[in-house]
Nanobody
Framework: QVQLVESGGGLVQAGGSLRLSCAASGRTFSSYAMGWFRQAPGKEREFVAAINLSGISTYFADSVKGRYTISRDNAKNTVYLQLNSLKPEDTAVYFC?????????????????WGQGTQVTVSS
């Protein structure tokens, strides 16, 4: 069992930046590949970014590639999502998720644990 708590969301103008954090507690954080997803009102949850156990391998959705970066600090049991060049269409609740396998995945159903989400709002 692992508990995930996201933080760092907020209101930002288009073109701005935010850094989201996801702190994990419970079982060994380094045993989990991590992902970030987002969900806008009336839309399905969509994949944003993911990182494997070691942090060497990452993957991004086309919509955020080149603007977002994902990283993890296994000593601090935390995964980060840096959001740059934000657009109004990035507005959503952002969730982090953990899966007890080495590599990342892009489908929500492939993740075992979820945080409660943090709101990101980008104004035009």
């Amino acid at each position: 069992q692992v508990q995930l708590v996201e933080s760092g969301g907020g209101l930002v103008q288009a073109g701005g930046s935010l850094r989201l954090s996801c702190a994990a507690s419970g079982r060994t954080f380094s045993s989990y590949a991590m992902g970030w997803f987002r969900q806008a009102p009336g839309k399905e949850r969509e994949f944003v970014a993911a990182i494997n156990l070691s942090g060497i391998s990452t993957y991004f959705a086309d919509s955020v590639k080149g603007r977002y970066t994902i990283s993890r600090d296994n000593a601090k049991n935390t995964v980060y999502l840096q959001l740059n060049s934000l657009k109004p269409e990035d507005t959503a609740v952002y969730f982090c998720a953990a899966r007890s396998l080495y590599t990342w995945a892009i489908r929500p159903r492939d993740y075992d644990y979820w945080g409660q989400g943090t709101q990101v709002t980008v104004s035009s």
